[in-house]
């Protein structure tokens, strides 16, 4: 069975996917499969990462050397 994508954005709303005036007459009535992709809820963490990434934390020590990282004395 071959398949043409047809993409477009909507709102759920009680349960129904409104499908935009243009699809209407080339889908009703036809069986279609229906991927739903939704967007992910912001957390915390993903909210800190974020600021992070637009404003790094600058130390001001300098660099550690290559002998220093690995001197398991220290």
Same mark, same amino acid.
């Given at each position: ?13 009680? !349960?129904? /996917? ?7 007459? =080339? ?5 279609? #499969? ?12 993903? !909210?800190? /990462? ?7 934390? =600058? ?5 550690? #050397? ?9």
């Amino acid at each position: 069975m071959q398949m043409e994508v047809v993409e477009f954005q909507g709102i759920v709303k009680d !349960g129904v /996917i409104q499908i935009p005036e243009i699809y209407k007459g =080339e889908l009703n009535g036809e069986s279609v #499969k229906v991927i739903l992709m939704k967007k992910l809820k912001k957390t915390a963490a993903v !909210g800190i /990462i974020a600021e992070l990434m637009q404003h790094p934390v =600058e130390f001001q020590w300098p660099p550690l #050397k290559r002998e220093e990282i690995y001197d398991r004395k220290l």
